[in-house]
């Protein structure tokens, strides 16, 4: 089955940065995109980032623009999220997910995902 690992969450202070990997250890499947979903305390989860695998066509959230990044590398199935100027907002869960259709990366309906990584952000 597919297995998406996430790694790379941790503390930080605010401004400064961290990077996300996710590869996928398990089954390989076609890709049609990956992505970033977070989820605080106390509230829902909500998209992040994704990034359509053949060619690399990226999407974010407004609250995120401009200070986060993410990337894929094809040969090792995986993809990162570098976050840059990080704020104690951005402090959540971080999920990988994956999905094989287009209409699900549109919708934001993933198939796949992974079992996430704590960001934490301190003031």
């Known amino acids: 089955q597919v297995q998406l690992v996430e790694s790379g969450g941790g503390l930080v202070q605010a401004g400064g940065s961290l990077r996300l990997s996710c590869a996928n250890s398990?089954?390989?499947?076609?890709?049609?995109?990956m992505g970033w979903f977070r989820q605080a305390a106390g509230k829902e989860r909500e998209f992040v980032a994704a990034?359509?695998?053949?060619?690399?066509?990226?999407s974010y959230a407004d609250s995120v623009k401009g200070r986060f990044t993410i990337s894929r590398d094809n040969a090792k199935n995986t993809v990162y999220l570098q976050m840059n100027s990080l704020i104690p907002e951005d402090t959540a869960v971080y999920y990988c997910?994956?999905?094989?259709?287009?209409?699900?990366?549109?919708?934001?309906?993933?198939?796949?995902w992974g079992q996430g990584t704590q960001v934490t952000v301190s003031s």
């Open positions: 997910a994956a999905t094989g259709d287009a209409w699900k990366m549109i919708l934001k309906q993933y198939d796949y």
């Open positions: 398990g089954r390989t499947f076609s890709t049609y995109a």
């Open positions: 990034i359509k695998w053949s060619n690399s066509f990226t």
